[in-house]
């Protein structure tokens, strides 16, 4: 069966420092891979998306960059974070090929990063 | 905008009530998902529906969709308290992108 994993599960970092988020797939090949951000008491909003190694696109503009260099394997990026990078982060997959019109997403647990 | 936008925003039920949320979008679809998030956790899918489907039903879960009103609704029946959390819909065009709207919050009393 297929799992994602995503981590970590909290993050506290100060401004201007970097960050990376990991997402990986398994059991499934060539997915398409998500990162979407949830403010607090809010709806998710789709940050980046990839529908395979090393095409990524970008829906909102930003200090974040996302890159997959493995098939199963997401990363999320800053250089220098502001205060207004602090939410949820989540990741997600879909199957391939159309399936994403067929199936619904599958979500991991989430990053809650905090930047101080 | 394309995303979903639910209604009502928050709704506290008695254990065994039904109940029911609906969601409007504006563009044309190929599908309407729900997904379910209890706190501080990722989202579950619950429910995807297509353009050419009306209802569909998955246990305790009814989701009704009207493209000529650019509507769906959720009713969740018999409610239990692990119903508690918040319930968004999205909406997937032609394209990769699913757009979710901001959710409605269901507290189910015991």
């Given amino acids: 069966s297929q799992t994602i994993h995503q981590w970590p599960a909290t993050l506290v970092q100060p401004v201007g420092s970097p960050l990376s988020l990991e997402c990986t797939v398994e059991g499934t090949s060539n997915p398409n891979l998500y990162w979407y951000r ?8 789709l940050l980046f998306y990839s529908v395979g190694i090393g095409q990524i696109s970008s829906e909102v503009p930003q200090n974040l960059s996302a890159s997959r260099p ?3 394997q997401f990363i999320l990026s800053s250089k220098k974070l502001l205060l207004s990078d602090s ?3 989540l990741c997600a997959w879909s ?7 067929l199936y619904g997403y599958t979500f991991g647990s989430g990053t809650r ?3 101080v | 905008s394309q ?27 190929n599908n309407l998902q729900w997904y379910r998030q209890n706190s501080g956790r990722g989202l579950v899918h619950l429910i995807l529906i297509r ?10 879960l009814r989701v009704t969709l009207d493209t000529s009103k650019k509507s769906s609704s959720l ?36």
């Fill in chain 1, 38 to 45: 949830q403010a607090a008491g809010r709806g998710l909003q």
């Fill in chain 1, 70 to 72: 493995q098939d199963r």
């Fill in chain 1, 87 to 89: 939410g949820f982060y």
């Fill in chain 1, 95 to 101: 199957p391939p090929a159309g399936g994403h019109f």
């Fill in chain 1, 113 to 115: 990063l905090t930047v």
């Fill in chain 2, 3 to 29: 995303q979903g936008e639910e209604d009502p925003q928050a709704l506290s039920i008695q254990e065994g009530e039904n109940a029911t949320m609906n969601c409007s979008y504006k563009t044309s679809i």
């Fill in chain 2, 51 to 60: 353009s050419n489907e009306r209802e569909k039903h998955s246990g305790r």
């Fill in chain 2, 75 to 110: 009713l969740i029946t018999a409610s239990r308290a692990a119903d508690t959390a918040s319930y968004f819909c999205a909406i997937q065009a032609n394209d990769y992108k699913l757009s979710f709207g901001a959710g409605t919050t269901v507290t189910v009393r015991a």
